[in-house]
């Protein structure tokens, strides 16, 4: 979290300012983020054949580079505050910025993918939950919630709603089923920076927060636990866990405030981003 210190960050050629405020882009930044969302909702749609039991996350984050690369954009996580990997792979228990590398995938896992290409300057950024093989009942009811939160989110966002509209929404509908709402990672502005204002949390109180405006992009992307809420950062420094070890899921998409409503950016040309899979 740089909180609001002011620096500057490198996207491309360009110098972009974090200074806290909300930027309202133009009808460029809507096409910028069309191509580099629907390049991110392309990746992890080639995803959903390649996680099965006795894949390693390693070569999950192997095919995200590749993809990557080859339609010429960069994983804007590579060297990301020391980050060096592709793509982020969270098991099971871990909430977020799970670490891929050698970790075979079983049977019964549950899993989030969370990518972001950097394509021509502009940063799409989504995940999305897969099972490898059958997974319990209670875990994919778990799934398909918390992607019911994330549209419900996403429902709020519209010209002249309140940003906590947003989460309080998806905070009803969670706890409605005893899951708990991750309170330590949020969603966040992006476009030519990866993490830029406003924070966009997932539990809050309708009526407040910022005016939402079209022009305004941001995520939502909830992180909703099967027990309680409270997250534990593991020793590597980025595996965030489960402090009472229940499964966790998360959904996340970019999307862009329009004058009706909003546009989703990393929407699936194929639907593949929409629970059950099966
Ligand atoms: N993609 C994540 C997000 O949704 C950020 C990952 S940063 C990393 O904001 F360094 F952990 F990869
Ligand atoms: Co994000
Ligand atoms: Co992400």
Redesign the pocket.
């Known amino acids: 979290m740089a909180g609001m210190t002011e620096y500057q960050t490198i996207t491309g050629n360009e110098t972009v300012l974090r200074d806290g405020t909300i930027k309202l882009h133009g009808p460029e930044g809507f096409e910028g983020m069309r191509k580099a969302g629907r390049l991110a909702a392309e990746i992890l749609d080639a995803m959903v054949d390649l996680v099965k039991p006795g894949v390693t996350t390693g070569e999950l984050d192997d095919v995200v580079r590749q993809m990557t690369l080859d339609a010429g954009a960069v994983p804007?996580?590579m060297g990301?505050?020391g980050?060096a990997?592709s793509?982020?792979i969270s098991l099971n228990n871990v909430i977020?910025?799970g670490i891929p590398g050698d970790k075979v995938i079983r049977d019964g896992d549950i899993l989030n993918i969370?990518?972001?290409p950097l394509l021509d300057g502009w940063h799409g950024?989504s995940?999305r939950m897969y099972i490898a093989g059958d997974a319990p009942l209670k875990a994919r009811r778990l799934i398909d919630v918390t992607y019911e939160c994330l549209m419900i989110g996403i429902e709020k966002a519209k010209p002249g709603a309140r940003l906590g509209d947003i989460g309080a929404a998806i905070q009803v509908h969670a706890e409605g089923h005893r899951y708990g709402v991750v309170r330590e990672?949020c969603?966040?502005g992006l476009g030519r920076l990866?993490?830029d204002a406003p924070e966009v949390i997932h539990a809050a109180r309708a009526g407040t927060g910022p005016v939402l405006k079209p022009g305004m992009f941001f995520?939502i992307?909830p992180m909703i636990n099967l027990g309680k809420p409270g997250a534990k950062m593991l020793s590597d420094g980025?595996t965030a866990v489960t402090r009472d070890r229940s499964l966790s899921a998360q959904f996340?998409h970019s999307i862009g405030i329009t004058e009706t409503g909003c546009e989703i950016f990393t929407a699936s040309p194929k639907g593949l981003d929409c629970p059950p899979y099966a």
Do not use: M, Q
Request: charged share 20%.
């Open positions: 804007a996580t990301y505050r980050y990997h793509c982020c977020c910025h969370d990518v972001t950024d995940s990672f969603g966040h990866f993490h995520t992307e980025w996340e």
